[in-house]
């Protein structure tokens, strides 16, 4: 299904789809090629329609091809963040099990251990340059394959979330969803086969993988192919004209600004910047518009819905906004605890419906039934629909602070913090507070030089927020844990500070 549709729409097999860092452009018949000759060795490994293939290595075309080799044998590609630990990776290959598990050469020895005593049948090596034992064994194989064919609701891919909030959970993605979710956003954002994009992302989250690639492949497009974003590339190749779009999470475009070459001559043959995975501080948008002249395009999803929401192509893209449900998806607000629709502008839990929604929770059918609610499923982002029908991420559920019976939004607490002068950025949290549940703690990243006090955090929110919302306590901190994705991690910087009110 999905790999049937990435063929049909395949341009002429010498078209490039891929320019990597040594200089070397692969093909759309070298992606046809390679991926076949790796699915003879998945199948020859035992890979079986819906069977998992388990993988975590550094990103490299090879790793590419080797999520399209899954595909086209049937199977469910699962992918793990690179940064995963040994131990970590236990977890996920005991909850998945996988037929087979590649990782990078200098894990082997480990990878054996852990497959030996978790039943896993087969491991085989990738490193970032394409050595190790799985390219050795699919090296004279043949290339071509026919794929296996898959119906829409078969899985093509197990994607576990990023565990911001908690340990990550396996979600079930079928080949409808990845599919739909694509061809969708391939015409939202007008991608064509003149597109090069650059494709600066990991490819173990849905953004890099299934938003970015599939995108490019439906659309017979290009990409230029880095396993890292390098501010400083990035520019050369705008103001060279060698690509023509970018995705990106929010620090990539804040990495942008600290550049003194980001003006409107080097990005004037840009077509558009795509923004996503955190939130991108209006801020940061405001600041790119008046540099390049450019808005960028925020859209808002999630590892078990793909994307949900998008500004337009055309017409007001508003910063702090993530725009509006995209075609087919159906998007409500409601009240979280009794699921009562609300109105305009109030904030409460959403809610999507569409094609795009998964299949549920690998092995969790109670933890999935208790996360839908008439077919929706609840997202557990808290925000609110405008009048002109944008939708405005408030914040997330878990990260909400209860404190003497009154809700918090860290959101509105940070804004006020982050207008003070000398703040780079903060951090709202709940934790735990005998007299109040939870009390209202800031941490606070300076900019370099300023001399700023937890007093003088104090003295500025004084007559800004309600007393209930201002900061019990203000720490600071010489940045802000963010994972991968460039999300911030509340959950460690509540552990960090849990004891501190006791
Ligand atoms: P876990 O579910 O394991 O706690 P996670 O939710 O961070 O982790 P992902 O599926 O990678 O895992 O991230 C989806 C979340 O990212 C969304 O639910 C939302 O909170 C956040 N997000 C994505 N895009 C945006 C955006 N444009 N603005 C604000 N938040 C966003
Ligand atoms: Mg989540």
Redesign the pocket.
């Known amino acids: 299904h999905l790999f049937g549709a990435i063929r049909a729409a395949m341009p002429a097999l010498d078209t490039p789809l891929a320019s990597l860092i040594d200089g070397r452009v692969e093909t759309y018949g070298d992606a046809l090629a390679l991926s076949a000759r790796l699915v003879h060795l998945l199948v020859a490994r035992g890979v079986k329609p819906g069977d998992r293939v388990a993988v975590q290595v550094e990103k490299s075309w090879p790793a590419l091809a080797l999520y399209l080799a899954t595909v086209r044998a049937g199977g469910v590609y699962l992918p793990l963040n690179t940064a995963y630990t040994l131990n970590e990776v236990e977890y996920f290959l005991s909850d998945a099990e996988p037929t087979l598990f590649v990782c990078p050469p200098h894990m082997e020895a480990d990878a054996r251990a852990l497959a030996t005593r978790l039943g896993v049948p087969s491991i085989e090596t990738l490193g970032a340059d394409g050595t190790g034992s799985l390219m050795d064994g699919a090296a004279n194989l043949p290339t071509d394959f026919a794929d296996v064919p898959r119906g829409p609701e078969d899985l093509g891919g197990i994607l576990?979330?990023?565990?911001?909030?908690?340990?990550?959970?396996g979600?079930m993605l079928s080949h409808d969803n990845l599919l739909s979710n694509a061809l969708t956003l391939k015409d939202e954002w007008r991608f064509t086969g003149d597109d090069v994009l650059l494709h600066a992302l990991p490819i173990f989250?849905?953004h890099g993988l299934f938003v970015a690639s599939n995108i490019v492949l439906l659309a017979g497009a290009a990409m230029v192919f880095r396993a890292k974003f390098d501010p400083r590339e990035a520019l050369e190749l705008m103001a060279a004209g060698k690509v023509t779009s970018l995705m990106g999470v929010p620090t990539f475009y804040t990495r942008l600004l600290d550049q003194p070459g980001l003006t409107s001559e080097a990005t004037a043959k840009m077509r558009l910047f795509v923004?996503?995975?955190?939130?991108?501080l209006a801020e940061t948008h405001r600041a790119f518009f008046e540099r390049t002249g450019h808005a960028i395009l925020?859209?808002?999803?999630?590892?078990?819905t793909g994307m949900n929401t998008s500004n337009p192509y055309d017409g007001d893209r508003i910063a702090g906004t993530?725009g509006f449900p995209l075609p087919g998806i159906s998007l409500r607000v409601t009240d979280p605890e009794s699921g009562r629709v609300l109105p305009t502008d109030d904030t409460g839990m959403i809610e999507v419906k569409g094609p795009n929604v998964f299949k549920g929770y690998w092995r969790m059918p109670e933890k999935t039934a208790a996360e839908f609610r008439d077919g929706f499923f609840i997202?557990?982002?808290l925000g609110k629909i405008d009048a002109r029908g944008y939708v405005h991420?408030v914040g997330?559920g878990k990260d909400l602070v209860i404190t003497g019976g009154f809700n918090v939004y860290p959101k509105e607490v940070e804004g006020e913090i982050d207008a003070i002068p000398g703040v780079a950025e903060s951090a709202v949290i709940g934790v735990p507070h005998p007299d109040f549940g939870e009390g209202v703690t800031a941490v606070v990243v300076k900019v370099a030089g300023a001399s700023l006090t937890e007093a003088d955090i104090h003295a500025a929110l004084e007559s800004r927020l309600a007393k209930f919302k201002q900061p019990k306590r203000v720490f600071f901190m010489p940045e802000l844990p963010r994972?991968t994705?460039g999300?911030v991690q509340k959950n460690v910087l509540r552990d960090t500070y849990k004891d501190i009110f006791r």
């Open positions: 576990y979330t990023s565990g911001t909030t908690g340990r990550a959970k979600a989250h849905t923004s996503g995975s955190a939130p991108l925020e859209r808002y999803g999630m590892t078990e993530v997202t557990g982002d991420i997330r994972n994705m999300k």
